[in-house]
């Protein structure tokens, strides 16, 4: 993103703060330049969410995190990451991050960035596969999707996931697996089981992964 961009992103993310924490109001002034319509919309989408969010959440918000120099760090870089973001699911989880920073006693600047640079390594196929794979049932309801019977892992996987090929789901399974977010599970699609081939999708999530779609999806 070019200095001009940055700046604008910036500038907008305090002024849309200092709205939320009024001892920020001063700083406004700061910084003034132009974004692109499209970007400008996007920032100003996440604002906007949040604002409504963290509003509505107001008996459980972190009040001193969300008051921190530390906070308004976060959501600056978020907003920079958000503008340049194509993917509206991609925006959507880094809208989730920042909210659960925002309403998780326990949460803090340290953890909240660890999450944002977790999902900087993912693009829209690697969110939609864990969306899947934290509830494989639900996600199947949810995007009413006909699965026909099925022993085979990879003729199931094949019915969620139709307009990709087995080698590009395979693919993306293996980065998560490399990222530590699931179990491994890209290798053994071809392996006929007894059991329907759902179950090879159930109970994948590690430690990591299970953390990361705790903050991800609200």
């Avoid at 400008?40 to 008051?67: M, Y």
């Avoid at 990451?81 to 925006?91: A, Q």
């Avoid at 998560?176 to 179950?199: A, H």
């Amino acid at each position: 993103m070019e200095k001009k961009d940055r700046d604008f992103v910036t500038y907008g993310t305090i002024k849309a703060l200092a709205s939320m924490v009024p001892f920020l109001a001063p700083f406004v002034s700061v910084y003034s330049d132009t974004l692109s319509d499209i970007k400008e919309k996007r920032v100003e989408e996440l604002i906007t969410n949040l604002k409504e969010q963290i509003a509505a959440h107001a008996e459980i918000i972190n009040k001193p995190f969300l008051e921190s120099s530390d906070f308004m760090e976060l959501l600056e870089k978020t907003a920079t990451r958000v503008s340049v973001e194509r993917s509206e699911i991609k925006r959507l989880a880094y809208k989730n991050i920042m909210l659960h920073g925002a309403t998780s006693k326990d949460s803090s600047a340290d953890i909240t960035d660890n999450q944002l640079r977790v999902l900087d390594q993912l693009n829209e196929t690697h969110v939609y596969l864990l969306k899947f794979l934290k509830d494989p049932h639900g996600y199947v309801k949810e995007m009413s999707i006909q699965i026909a019977p099925t022993n085979s892992a990879t003729t199931f996987i094949k019915q969620v996931f139709a307009q990709w090929s087995l080698e590009y789901i395979r693919d993306h399974l293996a980065d998560l697996e490399g990222y530590r977010l699931i179990e491994p599970i890209s290798g053994g699609l071809m392996t006929i089981s007894m059991e329907p081939g759902i179950l090879r999708f159930q109970n994948v999530l590690t430690t990591r992964g299970k953390t990361f779609l705790s903050f991800m999806i609200q």
